[in-house]
């Protein structure tokens, strides 16, 4: 209740995904959280809720089914036949508090690894079988994809096989995708211990990886949320401390998601791009667009993460525009990356010519993002 208080006093219109434990906590465990999040105060549980001062119910958007438990790790691996029955009875319980909760069951821990033959079937066998068993009881699917590491390429087609899936199993697509981890796979380099690369997960290079994650997804229609990993810990971070003072700062990524949620608009809109390098199922993959609509007009974010070559980009639009602000999330080299009281990566204003139009252009240069906002004219 302290960690939901604080979140509430920062953004008070907050809603919550909360990962069941599986296991550790019983059935019981699970339907009194339920209990002291949602009850009123005539329950014994969401009275003490009300007691430590949070009044009102606490919304949760998805109750999400475990963490990775297929992964064995701290002894906690779950058999598939196990999984599937902990989430059917977790489902009834919470259901009996709450018959609104949403819930998400995980798919196969990093499908991608050579752990994916361990079922007969292959890593698409534990979600194929999750949906046959619980699909009228699920709103998501979860998966937890990395990426550079991998190339958008390669994880892409593990989203498209899910959601064939989902339509096969079930006969519909009510059932999306939640990426309830994502963010960029720090290299490990020969000779060096892995924590030598970490700083990249929210350097320059991780801030363009994620961008062109965010780019990808955001125009896909079959994923509903995405959740950053993490705010601080391991390699990954949207706020660090120094390692002298301990004094927090903030990252990369922390910019890079002010970029997204001041700079994008609510209503992500449908674009066509060509060009070099700009085939989502190719490798070589460096130019990404995100279009969306925002009160005053539109919003387009470009993303190249060509080392050397500036993209000249020409924007066609179906309406007249006006070019209203452009600005630049970029640093000096892709290595890149904040430090308490140096802030490498910045995201600024800059010149552009105020033309009206329905065609544009924009020079977008090399280990860069640009956000340009357009008025209706």
Not at 7 to 33: C, G
Not at 135 to 159: F, T
Not at 284 to 297: F, I, M, N, W
Request: with cysteine; net charge negative.
């Amino acid at each position: 209740l302290e960690w939901v208080d604080s979140v509430q006093r920062t953004a008070p219109t907050a809603d919550f995904v909360w990962v069941l434990n599986l296991y550790q906590d019983s059935i019981e465990d699970h339907a009194d959280l339920a209990r002291l999040f949602r009850a009123d105060a005539s329950d014994p549980w969401g009275a003490q809720r009300v007691a430590f001062g949070i009044d009102a119910p606490v919304d949760i958007a998805i109750w999400e089914l475990g963490n990775e438990l297929d992964w064995d790790i701290h002894r906690s691996h779950f058999p598939l036949e196990t999984y599937v029955e902990t989430c059917r009875a977790t489902i009834a319980a919470i259901r009996a508090v709450d018959p609104t909760a949403k819930f998400s069951a995980h798919a196969m821990t990093a499908p991608w690894s050579p752990r994916a033959l361990q079922l007969p079937g292959g890593w698409a066998e534990w979600h194929q079988t999750v949906l046959r068993e619980l699909g009228d009881d699920l709103d998501y699917i979860a998966l937890h994809p990395y990426y550079h590491g991998l190339s958008m390429a390669e994880v892409e087609p593990y989203l498209d096989q899910i959601t064939h899936d989902i339509r096969k199993i079930t006969g519909e697509d009510r059932i999306k995708l939640h990426i309830s981890e994502h963010a960029m796979w720090p290299p490990r380099l020969a000779g060096q211990p892995w924590s030598a690369t970490w700083h990249q997960t929210h350097g320059l290079v991780g801030c363009l990886a994620t961008s062109e994650f965010f780019n990808r997804i955001y125009t896909r229609g079959d994923v509903a949320a995405a959740n950053y990993h993490c705010f601080n810990g391991g390699p990954w971070a949207v706020i660090r401390r120094d390692e002298a003072t301990g004094h927090p700062y903030r990252t990369g990524i922390y910019t890079l998601m002010q970029l997204y949620t001041e700079g994008v608009g609510s209503q992500v809109l449908p674009h066509q791009i060509s060009g070099a390098q700009t085939d989502p199922a190719a490798p070589d993959l460096s130019l990404t667009a995100l279009t969306s609509r925002h009160p005053d007009g539109l919003a387009v974010v470009l993303t190249n993460r060509h080392p050397d070559l500036s993209r000249e980009v020409q924007m066609q639009f179906s309406e007249t525009y006006t070019l209203a602000a452009m600005s630049e999330l970029t640093a000096p080299t892709l290595d890149s990356h904040n430090q308490l009281n140096d802030d490498a990566i910045s995201w600024h204003e800059i010149a552009h010519e105020a033309r009206t139009g329905s065609t544009h252009t924009a020079l977008v240069r090399p280990n860069s993002i640009a956000l340009l906002q357009f008025e209706t004219n």
